[in-house]
């Protein structure tokens, strides 16, 4: 069993960055590709970035392209989302996930408790 924990939420206001990070507190996440997703009040989880345990990234998609990278640290077991420039749009509970991975929510078998976002004018 993996229990993944999310930190780095905050009030911010436009155009200000923030780091997300992810990690395994229980159980290895060896193997798995690790997720960014993100759900907005009123509105259905969508996929924010992705990391293969290879290294290789999936395309983001285009709301968050250019503004936000995702990176792995293997060693420790972590998975990191940086966010530039934020908009209000960018408000929204994020969400770290592990599994086989992809960009479909069904592709990843665990999930963290997620962390707020807000980002104000």
């Known amino acids: 069993q993996v229990q993944l924990v999310e930190s780095g939420g905050g009030l911010v206001q436009a155009g200000d960055s923030l780091r997300l990070s992810c990690t395994a507190s229980e159980g290895s996440v060896t193997g798995y590709t690790m997720g960014w997703f993100r759900q907005a009040p009123g509105k259905t989880r969508e996929f924010v970035a992705a990391?293969?345990?290879?290294?290789?990234?999936?395309n983001y998609p285009g709301s968050v392209v250019g503004r936000f990278t995702i990176s792995g640290d293997k060693p420790k077991n972590m998975v990191y989302l940086q966010m530039n420039s934020l908009q209000l749009e960018d408000t929204a509970v994020y969400y770290c996930?592990?599994?086989?991975?992809?960009?479909?929510?069904?592709?990843?078998?665990?999930w963290g408790q997620g962390t707020q976002v807000t980002v104000s004018s």
């Open positions: 990391i293969r345990w290879s290294g290789e990234i999936l």
């Open positions: 996930a592990a599994g086989p991975g992809g960009y479909m929510e069904s592709s990843y078998y665990y």
